[in-house]
């Protein structure tokens, strides 16, 4: 399977494939970022299973790392998957969720039916 580009409410979007490379660093975002563009997309989804494994820890920094090119280059980028294990051990991480998902910027999901109902709203 490869990265798809469709359009879903409206909005140009890049739908990573879920066995393409582990993102670990800002160079990697870059990376998704120009596919993005290349798509002429303006949301990047990223499965759970594209992140590494630190980026649900908060403490690594990398989640940070990560988001900031996104907010920087003006995309949109919505976290697909489950995380509600990770976030019953973290107060911060709960909290950082609850904050992404009331703003536009960056969205954690935990389906692609979740993603379209967010889209859908506005």
Not at 1 to 28: F, H, N
Not at 77 to 84: E, M, V
Request: proline share 3%.
């Amino acid at each position: 399977m490869t990265d798809k580009s469709y359009a879903l409410c409206g909005v140009p979007i890049l739908e990573c494939d879920a066995q393409g490379p582990v993102v670990r660093t800002g160079a990697d975002a870059t990376d998704l970022i120009s596919a993005a563009w290349s798509h002429k997309a303006e949301l990047v989804v990223v499965p759970l299973a594209r992140l590494d494994e630190g980026f649900l820890t908060l403490s690594t920094r990398i989640a940070g790392e990560i988001i900031q090119k996104f907010v920087t280059y003006g995309l949109r980028l919505a976290i697909l998957g489950d995380i509600g294990e990770a976030s019953a051990r973290s107060a911060a991480l709960r909290d950082f969720v609850y904050e992404s998902n009331r703003g536009r910027h960056v969205w954690f999901v935990p389906d692609l039916d979740a993603l379209q109902e967010r889209l859908a709203r506005g």
